[in-house]
């Protein structure tokens, strides 16, 4: 299908032109008119106030560069992603403090076994922790 090159943005020219050939080929005009709006339609999002593009040719290299400057219409998307990054650390700190202090509590309850032990102290007569480890190997 011909399209007409000269009414359309170099962006969605050059975007049809990366369609695999056999593909465009098989492309039907309604097909072919929707991807053509939808290209069109995308670009004009991205249109700013202020666009200066421009190449710096030096001796060595060429530079580019971009200046763009508009009202930003990204606050939705920017405020779900804000949302899932708090939700991110969360958990990533939940699971960091859990594994850091697990040992910790471990080692705490053990100490405090021991002085309770070496005081003498029995909360549950005749059941002792070394009681239950040998029945578990038995």
């Known amino acids: 299908m011909m399209i007409d090159e000269d009414s359309l943005h170099p962006y969605t020219v050059q975007m049809i032109k990366n369609i695999d050939p056999k593909v465009r080929d098989s492309l039907t005009p309604n097909q072919m008119a929707a991807i053509v709006e939808a290209a069109e339609t995308s670009r004009k999002l991205g249109q700013h106030p202020v666009d200066l593009r ?3 040719p030096l ?7 971009v200046f763009l400057m508009g009202r930003d219409r990204r606050l939705t998307s920017r405020k779900q992603e804000k949302r899932r990054l ?3 650390s ?3 700190w ?4 859990t594994v850091i202090s697990l040992p910790f509590i471990v080692l705490l309850l053990t100490l405090v076994y021991l002085f309770k032990s070496s005081l003498g102290l029995d909360f549950i007569p005749d059941e002792h922790v070394s009681d239950l480890l040998n029945m578990q190997n038995n």
């Not at 001796?59 to 560069?65: G, L, R």
């Open 94 to 97: 939940t699971f960091f403090i």
């Open 86 to 88: 708090e939700w991110t």
């Open 59 to 65: 001796y060595f290299a060429k530079y580019y560069f």
């Open 90 to 92: 969360l958990l990533a």
């Open 54 to 56: 421009g190449v710096i």
